[in-house]
């Protein structure tokens, strides 16, 4: 786990361990910055508990961030010369992309931890992508919500309805990619579908905290219907879109 202490939240950290926890063993920690500012104060009290290394790295010029250059370079020593399954970068920034793209071109994993603001050719640089958001408690979905409509952000109301459209629509394209013959879709493939289309996509972000609880709780879009009485599997289908009316 790298993280970028300047575009990172030191409260979670702790959760961001958790996450990082489900995919692999986290061996190497480490996280960068500038320890002569004020703003990596935050941070002082939780590393030694979480046995996280700080690394130094001086502002060598105003406007130009030396943090990411240290972590880039620190990353690719680890990529040529340690055995490891994967990376978990921490920032928020669209600079890492390109670091991304070539730890996953050596065929390792790779996750992301940042904030919903994240530039889109980051998180999808990514093999799964969290959103600090959703490491918070999360917030009980109201009935009134709008279905599939995620946390409220701080966006404007069309950016809002951007983020449903483009929900929906990952929606369909992972159950066209799942469906089977009998036109029922197995959850679990749904799921994987969903992340490769979405590496950011979680039920975390619409209040839910598994994907089953969300496709139960939006009956109104998806059919379900279990499997064998021996298993637990859920099948789903979605339910055709109401058509506009033309006026």
Known sequence: MLIDGDN???????????EAGKYGLVT???????????NMGGWKDTLNTHAIQPIQQFRYS??????????????????????INGFCLV???????????????????????????????????????VYEENLSKPTPVSSEETPLSPKPAASSSAKSKAKQKISRDVFKRAF??????????????LG??????????????????????LIKGHQEIFEIKPGSAETSQLYVKLKPGRAKRSG
Request: aromatic share 10%; proline share 3%; glycine share 8%.
């Open 192 to 213: 994987s579908h969903l992340r490769q289309l979405d590496p950011g996509f979680d039920p975390r972000t619409y209040g839910y905290k598994q994907l089953s609880l």
């Open 28 to 38: 190497i920690r480490r996280i960068y910055g500038d320890w002569t500012t004020a």
């Open 91 to 129: 920032s928020s920034d669209s600079d890492y992309t390109r670091l991304a793209t070539r730890i996953r071109e050596k065929s390792l994993f790779v996750m992301g931890i940042g904030k919903q603001l994240t530039p889109r050719a980051f998180v999808n640089a990514c093999d799964r992508f």
């Open 8 to 18: 990172a939240q030191p409260s979670l950290l702790g959760e961001m361990l958790a």
């Open 176 to 189: 066209d990619l799942a469906v089977q013959e009998d036109g029922w879709a197995f959850l679990g493939t």
């Open 62 to 83: 105003v406007g130009k961030n030396a943090t990411d250059s240290a972590l880039i370079i620190d990353a690719m020593d680890i990529l040529y010369t340690v055995q």
